[in-house]
């Protein structure tokens, strides 16, 4: 069972052990390692409250969920499968959960997609993808399913009845099952999670899927004319130096300028390739850029040496986000990003509460006009929740200022903000031996230990005494050739209850800030989640927080300043959020 790596002493890694093995079950080691967070042992119960269940994320109404898997749109409805367990609020049982929406916001329940019921997936049916079949106008999917033995494979499923607009039924067909067996150098423990596929202009289906082979981490490459009967090829997609098991690998087209999404099978001038994995060592969704060299099959990425590092490849979010998977949203021509994002409490907890793991907002994502990077930001759709607005502009935060935003419901709200730096005078030195490790600068200091510009920022589930809180800031500094912004999402405070994992989570926000002077900061705050987007969503931070307060009193929201140098909060809009329909049964269907 992994453990995020970053802050957890070593007494506490012991006790864990120790803990985990008197009171576990018997789970499988390759499937543990990336389904769950470090869970250290409550003493307390008042996690068990209602009041740390969100509201406006998605999650089933009771029991464990992780990965999210197959989402599609088809035929005018979203769908959304995700790993499953029925049973109970811990890993185990898994199967594919399935809901539809047509916003992506509202959601309706339906029964479970794919059972562990064949000798191919019998202990369990793991993560995969979606692919609609443009000739046949056809929804497939193909997973990862675990044998007796504890060998994975991957197999596909079709629906049983395609006039069906909700696609209820899938049936796993024995004649060709599994269809990608892990045969010759591959470990068969770790062989899994399918990307979805795209056509080459010679007519054959592609695939991506994680493995490691020799201890290198590496999306292997399979290649179809038809969809069910699938061969390796020679070379893998992409096989860098240095990191381990690759999981839930994801590879899709963007375009070079502009938000509109690109159609997975799309490869030309025009676009940079994203290829994303999901690394159990660090417990966190990375990228690479490049382009898609299908001549060779091979995925080339920008900046080669410097990408040879698995330290330096960006992630999709620093925070508790993992797992993640894209689909192209035809209907709106926009590529649609989901992680999961599992709880920090502890496995007795989750039991008590009778849940685990929530999806967060699902998110566009786009090329950076920089070319470097990615951009996610929340879907339009979900300011269709906003309700009551608070609203300041223009507002000078001295050193030491804090200002207190009143009228808004602050524990399940949307707030964002755009600070104004008028000198950039006052920054600190940069230390370059931390250019690789943000976290360590945020670790290094806290919200209120004064620096030149910053750190400054927003103080999200704050108690009425402020002994508990959630801080979000900036900081500014000065480098031999130019600025370094960081962002930190500090949870060291979030809860009373030591025991909790409360982690401080960092990354630098790659702009301009000696051109541009702002920087803006919208923060999602749902109960026990807190999902952050610095610099226009350039850098994104999840976290789950369940301060003891909640359970009797409210939360409050702030903005603060506690560099040396004043800055303006340009302006500050505050949202309470309403509740949607999410997995409520419903009498009456989409369409």
């Known amino acids: 069972m992994a453990t995020p790596h970053q802050s957890n002493p070593i007494w506490l890694l012991i006790l864990f052990c120790c803990y985990y093995f008197i009171l576990s079950e018997k789970v499988e080691v390759v499937e543990a390692t990336r389904r769950n967070f470090f869970n250290p042992q409550s003493s307390d119960s008042t996690i068990v409250s209602s009041v740390y269940r969100t509201s406006y994320h998605f999650q089933p109404p009771h029991n464990w969920i992780n990965d999210p898997n197959g989402p ?3 035929k005018g409805i979203y769908h959304l499968f995700y790993q499953y367990n029925p ?10 959960g399935h809901s539809v929406s047509t916003d992506m916001i509202n959601w309706i329940p339906l029964d479970i997609a794919l059972n562990p019921t064949k000798p191919f997936d019998i202990d369990g049916c793991w993560s ?6 443009p000739s046949l106008n056809k929804p497939v999917i193909l997973y990862t399913g675990s044998n007796q033995e504890k060998h994975q494979a991957q197999n596909i499923a079709f629906p049983k009845n395609l006039s069906d607009p909700y696609l209820i039924e899938w049936i796993k067909p024995d004649e060709y099952n599994p269809v990608m067996s892990a045969t010759g150098d591959i470990n068969p423990a770790q062989f899994r999670d399918p990307t979805t596929g795209w056509m080459g202009s ?7 899927l994680g493995a490691e082979i020799g201890g290198v981490g590496m999306a292997l490459l399979y290649k179809s004319k038809d969809f069910v009967r699938w061969e390796r090829a020679d070379k893998p997609l992409h096989s860098p130096r240095g990191s381990g098991m690759w999981e839930c690998p994801d590879f899709y087209p963007v375009a070079l300028e502009g938000k509109r999404g690109m159609e997975t099978s799309l490869n030309s001038e025009d676009v940079k390739h994203v290829l994303k994995m999901s690394l159990g060592e660090t417990h966190s969704d990375h990228y690479l850029l490049g382009r898609y060299d299908e001549e060779k099959d091979m995925f080339i990425q920008d900046n080669e040496e410097k990408e040879k590092n698995y330290r330096f490849w960006r992630r999709y979010d620093y925070g508790n986000f993992y797992a993640s998977k894209s689909f192209f949203d035809a209907g709106k021509e926009r590529r649609i990003l989901w992680g999961w994002s ?10 008590a509460k009778g849940w685990a793991g929530i999806q967060t907002i699902p998110r566009m994502v786009w090329l950076d006009e920089n070319g470097k990077q990615l951009v996610q930001w929340p879907i339009k759709e979900l300011e269709s929740l906003r309700r009551k607005r608070v609203h300041f502009h223009d507002i000078e935060l001295k050193a030491g200022g804090l200002l207190n935003i009143k009228g808004v419901k602050a524990s399940q709200m949307d707030v964002d903000v755009e600070f104004e730096l008028p000198s950039l005078e006052k920054a600190g030195p940069f230390d370059s031996l931390l250019a690789l490790d943000p976290q360590v600068l945020c670790e290094k200091g806290n919200f209120s230990t004064q620096s030149g510009i910053g750190p400054f920022g927003l103080l999200v589930m704050t108690s009425l005494n402020k002994d508990e809180l959630t801080a979000i800031y900036f900081k500014i500094f000065e480098a031999y050739d130019r600025h370094v912004v960081l962002m930190c999402s500090d949870q060291r405070r979030s809860s009373l209850r030591p025991e909790l994992y409360l982690p401080v989570y960092g990354g630098f926000v790659d702009i301009d800030i000696e051109k541009e002077r702002r920087i803006s900061l919208r923060t999602l705050v749902d109960h026990s989640v807190v999902e952050s987007f610095g610099g226009e969503g350039r850098t994104c931070m999840t976290a789950r927080v369940y301060p003891a307060f909640l359970v009797t009193s409210k939360a409050y929201l702030h903005a603060f300043n506690n560099g040396s140098e004043t800055i303006r909060i340009l302006h500050l809009n505050a949202w309470n959020m309403a509740k949607p329909s999410i997995n409520v049964a419903q009498d009456q269907f989409l369409i």
């Not at 010679?202 to 991506?208: C, E, F, M």
């Not at 599992?342 to 039991?351: F, L, R, V, Y």
């Open 72 to 74: 599609m749109y088809y």
């Open 87 to 96: 049973k109970a609020a811990v890993w185990g049982n898994i199967t594919w």
């Open 342 to 351: 599992n709880e920090s409490d502890s496995k007795p907890d989750d039991i």
């Open 202 to 208: 010679d007519g054959y289906w592609r695939v991506a």
């Open 128 to 133: 995969g993808s979606a692919t609609i079949l």
